[in-house]
């Protein structure tokens, strides 16, 4: 820790640098002769947030090379056509990742719908074989934001093994991957992480949640609550991971994005912290691409016949 | 808290009371017309302890009058025997719960067996699809173990809302099945507990245990790690779950089980504590029962076409 605080855990940049290995190997794999790996979205209604994600997951595919699609449905779009939407992607043979942006308009059953892609084009990792998978630490995809925040401590040099880390918020996509990845045993087939997990939620009360966040080595703050973490929970070194995206006016009248901790207070304190933007963000979309990549491999291992299925 | 130490939660009795409760339950159904619910464990090889367990299952099973039978096969079963015994067992209509007893074989992947099970019939909750639903905390088969620690916690009226419960081993039968039900939001299909969760493991410092233990409102240990939980790691009045069963060989050359917590040591400290035996143990037999009549239930149900799947 330098005397100007915490070391800036900068997610674009290393967003980036995994786009232009991903680009490299994408290459090789398409020289090996196999057909360039296929990225569907899917967007129903007009959410300008589900826009702006999709436009941003677009952006990362082209540039890495994934040739890239997005399907528009109006918000009226019916279950079953959703449905039959997905089931043509599952049977394209040329569609490597199907994504269904979330949420869905309120008349479509969410957990219908990530039930319906198969599971071994299902980037998301929300089929519940592969969330069975992830719990089983057996090999599979891994929710994106989960697996962004693992890869941006390893390459923060952030150690897991034995260290205690909080983790606040246990939403399916974010905060429950989250912990079942860092508690996970070594021994398996995902890398294990090793870390001691404290779960906290909205009914950990406040002074359990300070009394947790001080003995943390690494503090991950999934939760949408604006100044959650503040600088008289962390410990000094502390590493601290914010997932948090939450638009606020400032008195000023402008809008600005900000996370669940308080990065001016907190950073002070901490040894590593990530920025809101700029930090898990980039990341997610980044998975997104890991999965992508992974998903046309096997698909083609499969084709060849050459896998243990 | 009496003057003798902690309140004893007696496991043995708590799960007479289930069985009495299920053998009603049962002969309504019958009365309503229904066949009577069935059954089937597979023991492969001759583990003792294995006989033993499926023994306690079946007797269970008898008590209750849910029709019950072992199907033995010798530990030189391949695994393409004993799957084409689970597929015959997943096709027979007679049959509600199939229970493969672990552990089978070295040769014969364990994975495998579960995944072959119909989850409709995994009254153990191994399928991947079931631990999946658990993990999101959709209504399913929860594991025997991890729902008689619940079952025994609501039935001795100790509460888990906002509490610190700290869980010691992270198996994927137990430790880790705990955790997830313990941490969980009640606004879904499974009851949820909201406890704030530890999760500790064999890489959890031992000091960081302690620190979180005497933190702890109840702590569950389920590691086989004998004295792990000992009295100076208790905070006065605390829940203590033992889920611990080694045998060991007393200093006068006796075979004996115990547990992973200093019983005597603890008792004085706690405010309700299990013993082992007459624990946990009876819990997960009777769970095993509620399981087996819910499948009968789910079935049927099916049958008569008013499922929602």
């Known amino acids: 820790m330098s005397d100007e605080g915490a070391k800036l855990i900068d997610g674009k940049k290393i967003a980036d640098d995994i786009h232009k290995e991903l680009r490299q190997e994408l290459t090789e794999w398409v020289e090996q002769g196999h057909r360039i790996p296929s990225l569907i979205a899917v967007l129903v209604g007009e959410d300008p947030a589900s826009e702006k994600y999709v436009s941003n997951k677009m952006i990362a595919a082209k540039k890495i090379g994934i040739k890239s699609q997005t399907i528009r449905m109006p918000v009226s779009t019916s279950e079953e056509e959703l449905l039959k939407k997905i089931d043509e992607l599952n049977n394209d043979s040329d569609v490597d990742g199907i994504l269904i942006q979330l949420p869905v308009p309120e008349h479509i059953s969410e957990r219908k719908v990530c039930q319906a892609v198969d599971p071994r084009k299902d980037v998301d990792g929300f089929h519940l074989t592969n969330i069975g998978k992830l719990t089983c630490n057996l090999d599979t995809f891994v929710p994106c934001t989960a697996l962004g925040v693992i890869e941006l401590l390893k390459r923060s040099h952030i150690k897991t093994f034995g260290k205690n880390v909080v983790v606040c918020g246990r939403s399916k996509n974010v905060g429950l ?4 990845l860092l508690h996970s045993d070594y021994r398996n087939e995902l890398p294990g992480h090793e870390a001691t997990v404290i779960m906290c939620h909205r009914n950990t009360p406040p002074e359990e949640l300070t009394f947790f966040a001080k003995r943390a080595d690494i503090i991950i703050s ?37 996370g669940d901790v308080d990065f001016e207070g907190c950073r002070r304190i901490a040894g590593h912290i990530t920025p809101v933007p700029g930090g898990v963000g980039p990341m997610t979309v980044a998975m997104l691409m890991v999965n992508t990549l992974k998903a046309a491999k096997k698909l083609a291992e499969v084709k060849n016949g050459c896998s243990d299925h």
């Open 177 to 180: 991957p989250m912990t079942l």
């Open 222 to 258: 999934a939760t949408g609550v604006v100044n959650l973490i503040k600088p008289e929970m962390v410990k000094p070194g502390a590493c601290i991971i914010d997932v948090g995206i939450t638009r606020i006016t400032t008195p000023e009248g402008k809008s600005k994005i900000v």
